[in-house]
C-alpha cells in the first residue's frame, strides 16, 4: 500500500487538545490529490475527537512539503528539537 497515515492524539496538552499528523505520499502517487485527500482524513478524524490543533511534523528543507503544507493552511508553529542517537 503505497499510503500510510498516523495520527498521535496529545489530549492533555495546553492549550487544547491537539494531534501531530505524518503523511507520506509515495512519488508514483503524488500529483493525484492523495496527500490533500489525507489531510482532509485527518481534519475529519480530529473534529470527531473534539480535537483543536493539528500539527505537521515536517523539515525546512523539504521545499516541497513546506508549500503543500502551507497550501492547506499550516504555518509554523514554535521549534521542534531533535538529535541523532549517538549509539
Known amino acids: ?8 492524539p496529545w489530549p492533555d496538552r ?3 487538545p491537539s ?3 505524518h503523511t507520506v505520499v509515495l512519488d508514483e502517487a503524488r500529483g493525484r490529490g ?3 485527500a489525507l489531510l482532509d482524513a485527518a481534519d475529519r478524524w480530529a473534529t470527531e475527537h ?3 490543533y493539528l500539527s505537521a511534523g515536517i523539515h525546512h528543507h523539504n ?4 508549500r503543500f503544507y502551507r497550501r492547506h493552511g499550516y504555518a509554523p508553529s ?3 528539537w531533535g538529535r ?4
Open 78 to 80: 514554535g521549534t521542534s
Open 19 to 21: 494531534a501531530q499528523i
Open 1 to 8: 500500500m503505497p499510503i500510510r497515515m498516523i495520527a498521535m
Open 50 to 52: 473534539g480535537l483543536s
Open 84 to 87: 541523532r542517537p549517538t549509539g
Open 14 to 16: 495546553a492549550p487544547a
Open 63 to 66: 521545499a516541497s512539503a513546506v
Open 34 to 36: 492523495v496527500g490533500s
